[in-house]
T-cell receptor, first 112, second 112 residues
Framework: KQEVTQIPAALSVPEGENLVLNCSFT??????LQWFRQDPGKGLTSLLL?????REQTSGRLNASLDKSSGRSTLYIAASQPGDSATYLC???????????FGSGTKLNVKP | DADVTQTPRNRITKTGKRIMLECSQT?????MYWYRQDPGLGLRLIYY???????NKGEISDGYSVSRQAQAKFSLSLESAIPNQTALYFC???????????FGSGTRLTVV
């Protein structure tokens, strides 16, 4: 069974700092990996989707990388802002498509 | 309009009542999912459906049932609601191939 781990569980940084969120998974036979943002009590908003054949994806200040062989993905946030405060989740889609496996998330607080 | 619409957004119901949560989508995706989210437990899969004639149990299907009325509609029912079913419920869709998940905004269900 695929296990997805996100470290750290919580992170607090001052505004303007660049930061990295980590996601690791135990089975490298994945189809793709998706990063989400969730605001308290709200739905999940897709940030970036990386296919297994890709090494990274970028959207604005966000950059997600994927290293399948080592079972790792990172989400890099440049020049963090208070509006980036949210919980960030990664989800892994295995090769057999049955379901996505979610990490438990990293709760980010960006202090003004 | 949202790609994935969940109704109701909030619901308070009494123990023992039957309740239905509805999900409709305009993504044209074949695959639909129901998840529940609890603090500290992350997202857990209840049921999923890969097409109108395909229904599969997830990790925590006991006490729940689903109906796939059409490609675009997937409903979740709680046959006899109990307080530990109080949670945030999400519907999600995905396509085949390289697509990721799209989530609805969620239904906050409270069973008293």
């Amino acid at each position: 069974k695929q296990e997805v781990t996100q470290i750290p569980a919580a992170l607090s940084v001052p505004e303007g700092e660049n930061l990295v969120l980590n996601c690791s998974f135990t089975d490298s036979a994945i189809y793709n990996l998706q990063w989400f943002r969730q605001d308290p009590g709200k739905g999940l908003t897709s940030l970036l989707l990386i296919q297994s054949s890709q090494r990274e994806q970028t959207s604005g200040r966000l950059n997600a990388s994927l290293d399948k062989s080592s079972g790792r993905s990172t989400l890099y946030i440049a020049a963090s802002q208070p509006g980036d405060s949210a919980t960030y989740l990664c989800a892994v889609r295995p090769g057999n498509f049955n379901k996505f496996y979610f990490g438990s998330g990293t709760k980010l607080n960006v202090k003004p | 309009d949202a790609d994935v619409t969940q109704t109701p957004r909030n619901r308070i119901t009494k123990t023992g009542k039957r309740i239905m949560l509805e999900c409709s989508q305009t993504k044209g995706h074949d695959r639909m999912y129901w998840y529940r989210q609890d603090p500290g437990l992350g997202l857990r899969l209840i049921y999923y459906s890969f097409d109108v004639k395909d229904i599969n149990k997830g990790e925590i299907s006991d006490g729940y049932s689903v109906s796939r009325q059409a490609q675009a509609k997937f409903s979740l029912s709680l046959e006899s609601a109990i307080p530990n079913q109080t949670a945030l419920y999400f519907c999600a869709t995905s396509g085949t191939g390289i697509s990721g998940y799209t989530f609805g905004s969620g239904t906050r269900l409270t069973v008293v």
